[in-house]
């Protein structure tokens, strides 16, 4: 394989690249105004911003068309809900409109009497609380009885049942005997909290009580309302809780709308974090391609980079927003990522460029600047792009809004720096090929007078070169990675240690791989000093032993009067409660119940008219029975069942109780469907790892075909997708360790980690393949000497591009670093450190060198003409009979000689 090349596309691709490297050269000004012509005119798009920002949690967390949005549609339209006089809130197919208090007790009970006395004033203060409001020109004030949702006898629902058995007596709750979970035939779970149990079920302690107000959200004029209201609660509660001087708890809150607000305020947080991001960017530029030569250093170069960069992001972004695309909270990442791919790129076209004969004319440098870094920055360019196209196969909204704006933004940063960056570089050459000065573009002197200070040296002279070479003088950096750090890696022992410090990554990596967690914790979207997060982490701690109250319900018309269908039915329950996830104690059906009162009063239920005839008896009895059925005429449409969950703590629990829930659903003999509002979540579970893989193997296969199209040997093709997959693995492995789970973000941020594994392996592997010499030592050396340093800077100023999401309140934003972070700092060790140790142990997969006759006339010395070889360049102002010596030495000492 090692002698089998595919360099049909990579050898006219670089061909095509030095003739637009030529034309840029020589036309600088048109490939530079233009670009930044569109770049205002596309950006207008931002316009469009405002209407095109989607915050919807749902729609971006949420596996597109999961099975629970079906669920839900099928509950919404057979069991709607009726929140005036029949309100029940474990029936409702939403979360409802609500707003919730958990009171801790800052002792060891928080059934007192001085602590329900501080409950019952929070109580009071939340019920008078008032909204003014202008509805069709009247002013109005709106109170919580006003929109409260209402049970039976046209009541508000009662926010505990704790404050309603005491009956404003605070005293009364050391008298009663409070039992759980079961309380005067309510439960308990979900409104007490930290409880600790003596004889008969009796509470003897409990540290958490959680109340819970319940608002009418049935009409859309109730729903505005009740929307008012709560938001004027979320503003005004902290300072009446203040004014309540409570000594005996301490209260946290929530509402049905605080996710989503503080989801949007959290995402909004980030913005005045751009700009930190490309000052650091900037500064990093332009200290890393500084020079101490007033002609050659590259600061200008190093900051028109990072502009470059933005002007792409300006103009994809823009176009997009012109086109109706989605700008969602995960887009919000896509600038850092752009910035830093573009400073890459960047540095890259400056090595190569410092690469090239200094004495050539700048159309001539252009050109072999392209050949060079052109090829190297597609290959990358190609297999980002087409990593997060790919991305855009997931279910989830966030990803694939994320996919769309950052591959299109990657195109564009690619256009942008072959046209307008190469653009300035031409234009900086120019400057340099007139020796003039960096910053004020006076003419200076090439050579200063040895009395001369070091001071004047670096700031009025330049333009100095490698007599030997005719290039560039080489950076301290770049001559580090060819003096030092290549013959350090390739010495035996070294490649040794290499290996087993790979093994202990590898091993790290796949068992991380095992211990990561699924799905994303919805308190993660709010920022980290939200009152959100106060509220969860409560709620995790008091009120995690009862899961959710779980629908159970007949999807088609089924006989209920034939006693083989009921039990049938009956099994089907009995599969449910016998589940590790369900507690059989709280269930509750009305077929149960039916058939208990038909024993009762002696009622034929095996005949379909007397079964419906009688159905208004037990709804007499039990009113909230009545939204359990949908019955239209003589037929029951649909029916449901509720089963009460427990002990769903964690993610993999809710994971395993919503899958086993369906899995029973599917296989009992009547047609089923579980659902619960949390179900919607919970979804992502059963698809995130699947479209994970799905993704990751999708873009590996993808990046294998363009790697081994694009760098000329099908070997080191493999190579880099070796070190593809070699790098997911890890970063996939640490991100348990750092306590990143697997979700819709950080499989954004996998999505990254493709494209960024082949950056850094295929910059290096293509260098190796394209070196002439015979010794993979040798060419390793070469490939790190010429490419080890731009690397680095990539690397680095990658990570400063997303450094300062570090620093955000976010989960979001600081995941997205934690990845990046990751996936730069894995991608550099294998470019640097594991593949070019692995190249040349496995991977003999370079060119071989191709010895002409003019090549061999060269290093000999038996040229017939010498003194037709023009040495101006290397020998200025020299002019004597020794050309044929020199020639000879010069060649004869190259270590590219054949």
């Known amino acids: 394989m090692a002698g089998f090349h595919t360099d049909c596309i990579e050898k006219p691709l670089s061909r095509g690249f030095r003739q637009l490297g030529w034309l840029i050269g020589r036309y600088p000004w048109w490939f530079l105004v233009i670009p930044i012509l569109v770049s205002a005119g596309l950006g207008a798009g931002f316009y469009f911003l405002p209407q095109r920002e989607a915050y919807d ?30 309100f029940s809130a474990t029936r409702l197919y939403t979360e409802g409109s609500f707003v919730s208090l958990i009171a801790v007790s800052l002792f060891d009970n928080v059934l007192t009497a001085n602590t329900f006395r501080e409950l019952l004033k929070l109580d009071e203060k939340v019920r008078s609380l008032n909204v003014s409001t202008s509805d069709l020109g009247k002013e109005e004030n709106l109170t919580f009885s006003q929109l409260c949702a ?31 979970p079961m309380f005067q035939n309510t439960f308990l779970g979900t409104y007490l909290g930290g409880v600790m149990l003596g004889p008969e079920e009796i509470v003897q302690k409990a540290r958490a ?40 708890i301490e209260v946290s809150y929530f509402t049905s709308v605080s996710r989503q607000t503080e989801f949007e305020d959290a995402t909004k947080s980030v913005i005045p974090l751009y700009s930190i991001t490309y000052f650091v960017t900037i500064t990093f530029s332009i200290m890393s391609c500084t020079r101490m030569d007033s002609v050659r250093n590259k600061v200008w170069v190093a900051s028109f980079g990072v502009i470059s960069a933005g002007l792409a992001v300006l103009c994809s972004f823009g176009l997009l927003l012109f086109c109706g695309v989605t700008f969602v909270v995960t887009v919000s990442n896509a600038p850092f990522l752009i910035l830093g791919v573009g400073v890459d790129d960047m540095f890259i076209m400056i090595s190569s460029w410092q690469q090239t004969q200094v004495k050539k004319s700048v159309e001539e440098r252009m050109a072999d600047t392209y050949a060079e870094a052109a090829v190297s920055i597609t290959i990358t360019t190609l297999t980002d792009v087409l990593a997060f196209y790919i991305g855009i196969m997931t279910t989830f909204g966030s990803v694939q809004s994320f996919c769309i704006y950052t591959g299109t933004a990657l195109v564009f940063c690619f256009i942008y720096n072959l046209t307008c960056f190469g653009a300035f570089l031409a234009l900086n050459g120019r400057r340099e090929e007139s020796n003039r000065h960096w910053l004020v573009c006076k003419k200076v002197e090439k050579h200063a007078d040895s009395e001369r200070s070091a001071f004047y040296k670096a700031c009025c002279v330049g333009g100095a070169y490698d007599q030997t070479t005719g290039k560039e003088v080489e950076h301290l950096a770049t001559g580090f990675f060819h003096k030092y750090y290549g013959p350090f890696l390739t010495n035996i022992w070294v490649k040794i240690m290499v290996v087993m410090l790979y093994g202990g990554y ?63 039915i009956e099994r089907c329950m009995e599969s449910f409660e016998n589940n590790s996830y369900v507690n059989k104690a709280f269930s509750e059906s009305w077929l149960r119940v039916y058939v208990t009162v038909a024993e009762r009063f002696n009622l034929d239920l095996n005949n379909q008219n007397y079964f419906i005839g009688n159905v208004s008896r037990l709804f007499v009895i039990f009113p909230e029975f009545q939204q359990d059925m949908q019955l239209e005429l003589d037929v029951i449409k649909a029916s449901r069942f509720f089963i009460q969950t427990v002990n769903v703590t964690t993610a993999v629990d809710e994971k395993n109780m919503l899958i086993q829930l369906r899995d029973i659903a599917k296989d009992c003999d009547i047609p089923l469907l579980v659902y619960h509002p949390a179900f919607i979540y919970f979804d992502q579970y059963t698809v995130i790892i699947q479209n994970t893989i799905q993704n990751v193997l999708v873009a590996a296969a993808a990046m294998f075909v363009i790697s081994i199209l694009l760098i000329p040997n099908p070997l080191c093709a493999l190579w880099v997708t070796f070190a593809i997959a070699s790098i997911i693995v890890g970063v996939t492995g640490f991100m348990s360790y750092w306590q990143v789970n697997l979700d819709s973000i950080s499989m954004i941020n ?110 000999t010395g038996t040229i017939k003409n010498p003194h037709s070889l023009d040495f101006s360049g290397d020998h200025q102002g020299q002019n004597d009979n020794s050309s044929h010596y020199k020639f000879q030495n010069r060649y004869r000492s190259d270590p590219d000689c054949p």
Not at 152 to 179: R, W
Not at 773 to 788: C, F, M, V
Request: with cysteine; glycine share 6%.
């Open 57 to 86: 949690i749902e729609e971006q967390f949420t596996p597109i068309g999961g099975p629970a949005k079906k669920e839900r549609d099928f509950i919404k339209t057979h069991f709607p809900v009726n929140d005036t006089g029949q």
């Open 150 to 180: 209402e049970i039976q006898g046209l009541q508000c629902l009662d926010s505990n049942p704790l404050l309603s058995a005491v009956q404003s007596n605070p005293d009364k709750i050391e008298t009663i005997y409070v039992t759980y």
């Open 209 to 248: 009580v959680r109340l819970v107000y319940y608002l009418r959200e049935d009409s859309g004029q109730d729903k505005a309302k009740s929307l008012l209201w709560i938001n004027h609660f979320i503003n005004s509660i902290p300072n009446e809780i203040s004014t309540l001087n409570l000594t005996n």
């Open 506 to 568: 590898l091993a790290s990596g796949i068992y991380g791989c095992l211990q990561v967690q699924e799905g994303i914790d919805l308190s993660n979207l709010a920022s980290d000093d939200s009152y959100v997060s106060s509220f969860y982490d409560k709620e995790e701690k008091y009120f995690s032993e009862y899961g959710p109250r779980v629908m159970v319900a007949i999807t088609k018309e089924v006989p209920y009067w034939n006693s083989d269908v009921r039990n049938k």
């Open 750 to 859: 996998l999505v990254i980690c493709i494209g960024f594994s082949v950056d850094f392996s295929a910059h290096i592997s293509y260098a190796y393949v394209s070196n002439k010499k015979p010794k993979a030592n040798d060419r390793i050396i070469d490939a790190l000497h010429s490419l080890g340093y731009p690397i680095l800077q990539g690397g680095l100023s990658t990570i400063l591009g997303v450094v300062a999401l570090s620093a955000s309140a976010s989960y979001i934003f600081r995941t997205f670093f934690k990845i990046i972070f990751l996936v730069i700092a894995f991608g550099m060790l294998h470019g640097l450190v594991f593949l070019p140790v692995f190249l040349t142990l496995f991977g003999n997969c370079g060119k071989k060198p191709k010895v002409d006759k003019s090549d061999h006339e060269l290093c």
